[in-house]
Nanobody, 116 residues
């Protein structure tokens, strides 16, 4: 059974940090490109960051570039999203995504709320 389980969300003050984790199981994690998306209330789900199955290349949305860092551990089958200098506009449900050719899996999401 394929599972992507996110954790690490919560309430944080502006300027604070959080690290999201997404644990994958039931598929060959190392073969999949991994991505983080987010969806704010009333808005579309948008790509935040991506990391390929192999190689050092990463991509980030302009909104998070310089503040967020995506990384992965193919031994533990976990992808991380380190989020620094969080702002209220970062408030959203964050979703983990795994993609390999026609195969695509989603996690259930974790809420991140940035508020004073």
């Amino acid at each position: 059974q394929v599972q992507l389980v996110e954790s690490g969300g919560g309430l944080v003050q502006p300027g604070g940090s959080l690290r999201l984790s997404c644990a994958g199981s039931g598929f060959t994690f190392s073969r999949f490109d991994m991505r983080w998306y987010r969806q704010a209330p009333g808005k579309e789900r948008r790509l935040v960051a991506g990391i390929p199955s192999v190689g050092a290349r990463r991509n980030y949305s302009d909104a998070v570039k310089g503040r967020f860092t995506i990384s992965r551990d193919n031994v533990k089958n976990i992808v991380y999203l380190q989020m620094n200098n969080l702002q209220p506009e970062d408030t959203a449900v964050y979703y983990c995504n795994a993609i390999y050719g026609p195969l695509q899996y989603w996690g259930q999401g974790t809420q991140v709320t940035v508020s004073s």
